[in-house]
């Protein structure tokens, strides 16, 4: 197979043409073609021809096509495990990379659906009164860049890195430009031909370089665009260095290898679940892709008095592991990545052998013309004092057991590596748990802490989930990438609006308190969801509340709390008098606004920010507002009878001086009248 660049809607096919080598038989796979492209032209036709495209979509509407995508790709994803063995992977470790890939970018488009605004931009929180009368606000707003999104991946995760990069892009309205590792890259390239075939994409959202350098890619930047990288430490940092990075301020993301740690609490013992627990999790994360994992453990912190339980209990597991080719059954680690790669694997691990004891060394693969080796475990007995532990990183199959002697020092040697992507906590002791988390949570980007409790369900160590974010600090790079919808507004500029409310709303298409309403001509209750507009309004009736009600709402609900039925008693309390429950107030407003026959709602089934603001006495007289808020197209499925959407209502109650004694939001199913392209 050929793996080219797709450039401005076409496959570039003419280049230079170097192998890809398969690291299980060190024969080609297929064909590097790299071509000279116009990485300008390439920018201007993402910002010119995708962008504006991607903009005229809502975000829901832009999350429903990566949905689309992402079950389009799995109908092909025996074809991608096929290709990835040739990549060391083991059907495990692909796993990880394929249907992992595929499942975060299923999270992202549903955690979007969820969080974010059903409009092309992202209403953020709430209004924020600037003035003292009101008439002065503010809010904040996400809209999407109008550049392009590079991504320059590792070739550890092709799969992977490549979705859980480009779907919060896409779903942000952001082209993508796509560069793969070449190592690895023939399995990018078969996933994303597969993204171009499928129809889904609006032509240009993405492209993607076929090449080991991206020539002068970063020159063409602006600081509009922004670059996503995944790599080596050193790489990063020269990228992020570029003059042009520099000089236009352009975002740069750095998701950089680090040495990672897991903590062997002090209160753990060789007869605990919690201890067999970190052993297997420590040789896990040694043998899944060979160790070639950002977040695999390098270093593992156990008690002095443990070190030889620890190294014994590594051994006798990790000579059970079976290496050899990884499309065999029976296999749990393939080889690494290419035979390059296992040159560079050898020199770092000597380095760190030059200051370690080795604790275990299977000669059952030796690193000569090929990608094979086996795991390796070391002992540094000084790790305060040896600083090459803790800086150097082997990206195989090894780790560093590095002994302490409380509770300080484990914390000491976590954060001697100055940042990670991930740390690690095995204990029983909630006490133990807390201090050595807080310890250590200011220096690593994700912290895990397990005991036999958590253990069945925990997805492991090294396993970033998109609904939480994936980066880390110091030498980890700075960056953040996942984080369920936080991975959109990565991609997306957050603008303060200041104006008058009834401004904002018309801009921001979401009510603000105190913005001009409109009266409905027709019961709300009684429209169908196209027919609604935000800052449309109900006024109701008004209704006087009496001691009967007060009394019947009591016995009803069994609430006789002192303030609504003892006069004197109640005389004592912050209210001076006896006064209506909250929840009758509620309720009474529900009969005010509520249409009784039936319509195009379907139901309430949500009450938001609810707030008793002031109190109703008996004698008051209460009316009610109900505004159209915000409005949200929903999914039709085959279980649905109908098509709807949400709708969001603020309510407020007001007594007969037009003061507010209560405000909330309700959340409403609503019939639409149409089906649309997202309804399946």
């Given at each position: 197979m050929k793996v080219t660049s797709y450039s401005q809607g076409k496959w570039i096919e003419?280049?230079?043409?170097?192998?890809?080598?398969?690291?299980?038989?060190?024969?080609?796979?297929?064909?590097?073609v790299e071509a000279d492209l116009d990485y300008k032209a390439m920018c201007e036709y993402a910002r010119k021809v995708a962008g504006p495209?991607?903009?005229?979509?809502?975000?829901?509407?832009?999350?429903?096509?990566?949905?689309?995508?992402?079950?389009?790709?799995?109908?092909?994803?025996?074809?991608?495990?096929?290709?990835?063995?040739?990549?060391?992977?083991?059907?495990?470790?692909?796993?990880?990379?394929?249907?992992?890939?595929?499942?975060?970018?299923?999270?992202?488009?549903?955690?979007?659906?969820?969080?974010?605004?059903?409009?092309?931009?992202?209403?953020?929180?709430?209004f924020e009164r600037l003035s003292r009368g009101g008439t002065f606000v503010g809010q904040h707003i996400c809209v999407p860049k109008q550049g392009v999104a590079v991504h320059i991946n590792a070739f550890n995760f092709p799969v992977w890195g490549m979705l859980e990069k480009f779907a919060p892009a896409f779903i942000a309205g952001v082209p993508s430009i796509v560069k793969p590792s070449p190592m690895g890259s023939y399995l990018a390239h078969a996933v994303f031909k597969k993204m171009i075939d499928s129809g889904i994409l609006p032509e240009g959202s993405v492209q993607f370089i076929a090449a080991d350098i991206p020539g002068n890619l970063l020159d063409q930047l602006t600081s509009q665009d922004s670059v996503s990288f995944t790599g080596s430490a050193f790489t990063g940092r020269n990228l992020k260095a570029h003059p042009n990075i520099i000089a236009n301020s352009i975002p740069f993301n750095?998701?950089?290898?680090?040495?990672?740690?897991?903590?062997?609490?002090?209160d753990v013992t060789p007869v605990m679940e919690e201890f067999e627990l970190f052993v297997k999790e420590v040789a896990n994360e040694m043998t899944v892709k060979t160790g070639q994992k950002c977040t695999a453990i390098r270093r593992a912190i156990i008690?002095?008095?443990?070190?030889?339980?620890?190294?014994?209990?590594?051994?006798?597991?990790?000579?059970?592991?079976?290496?050899?080719?990884?499309?065999?059954?029976?296999?749990?680690?393939?080889?690494?990545?290419s035979a390059?790669?296992?040159?560079?694997?050898?020199?770092?691990?000597?380095k760190l052998i030059d200051v370690t004891d080795t604790v275990y060394a299977s000669d059952s693969y030796q690193n000569g013309k090929d990608a094979f080796t086996s795991p390796k475990v070391l002992l540094c007995r000084k790790p305060i004092e040896v600083d090459e532990v803790?800086?150097?990183?082997?990206?195989?199959?090894?780790?560093?057991?590095?002994?302490?002697?409380?509770?300080?020092?484990?914390?000491?040697?976590?954060?001697?590596?100055?940042?990670?992507?991930?740390?690690?906590?095995?204990?029983?002791?909630?006490?133990?748990?807390?201090?050595?988390?807080?310890?250590?949570?200011?220096?690593?980007?994700?912290?895990?802490?397990?005991n036999r409790h958590s253990a069945k369900e925990s997805t492991g160590h090294g396993s970033p989930m998109p609904h939480m974010i994936h980066g880390g600090p110091g030498r980890a790079g700075g960056g953040e990438e996942l984080g369920g919808a936080r991975?959109?507004?990565?991609?997306?500029?957050?603008?303060?609006?200041?104006?008058?409310?009834?401004?904002?709303?018309?801009?921001?298409?979401?009510?603000?308190?105190?913005?001009?309403?409109?009266?409905?001509?027709?019961?709300?209750?009684?429209?169908?969801?196209e027919d609604l507009e935000v800052g449309e309004a109900l006024t109701t009736h008004r209704r006087t509340v009496t001691e009967a009600d007060i009394v019947n709402f009591g016995s009803l609900s069994g609430d006789h709390f002192y303030a609504h039925f003892d006069e004197i008693a109640a005389k004592d309390s912050l209210f001076g008098r006896r006064v209506a429950h909250g929840y009758f107030v509620l309720s009474a407003a529900a009969g005010m606004f509520v249409h009784p026959s039936p319509g195009p709602v379907m139901l309430n089934y949500g009450l938001e920010d609810l707030r008793f603001v002031a109190p109703v006495f008996p004698g008051d007289t209460i009316q009610v507002k109900l505004i159209v808020k915000r409005k949200t197209v929903r999914q039709q499925r085959e279980t649905d009878k109908d098509p709807y959407g949400m709708v969001w209502f603020d309510v407020h109650v007001t007594n007969q001086e037009g003061v507010l004694v209560a405000e909330y939001t309700i959340l409403t199913l609503i019939k639409r009248k149409n089906r649309l392209e997202m309804d399946q």
């Open positions: 003419k280049g230079n043409e170097s192998e890809l080598i398969s690291a299980v038989t060190g024969k080609p796979v297929g064909i590097l495209k991607l903009r005229e979509m809502t975000i829901h509407q832009r999350a429903f096509k990566i949905k689309f995508l992402g079950q389009y790709l799995m109908k092909h994803k025996e074809e991608f495990y096929a290709l990835s063995t040739h990549t060391g992977a083991t059907r495990r470790d692909s796993w990880i990379d394929i249907e992992g890939g595929i499942g975060s970018i299923f999270t992202l488009s549903s955690k979007a659906r969820i969080e974010l605004s059903d409009l092309p931009f992202h209403v953020e929180g709430g750095l998701e950089a290898d680090s040495l990672n740690c897991s903590i062997l609490g002090p008690p002095d008095e443990l070190v030889d339980d620890v190294s014994k209990a590594l051994k006798n597991r990790l000579e059970r592991t079976v290496i050899g080719d990884p499309a065999a059954e029976e296999t749990r680690m393939g080889p690494l990545a390059g790669q296992a040159i560079s694997f050898d020199a770092q691990l000597q803790h800086t150097i990183e082997a990206f195989g199959p090894v780790t560093t057991l590095l002994p302490y002697k409380n509770i300080d020092e484990a914390i000491e040697i976590a954060n001697k590596a100055d940042g990670s992507l991930v740390g690690s906590l095995f204990t029983a002791d909630d006490d133990v748990a807390r201090v050595i988390t807080l310890g250590c949570a200011a220096y690593h980007g994700r912290f895990m802490i397990i991975a959109v507004l990565h991609n997306m500029q957050r603008v303060a609006l200041q104006g008058s409310p009834t401004t904002i709303m018309n801009i921001v298409n979401q009510y603000i308190k105190g913005a001009e309403t409109r009266e409905s001509d027709i019961h709300p209750f009684k429209k169908h969801f």
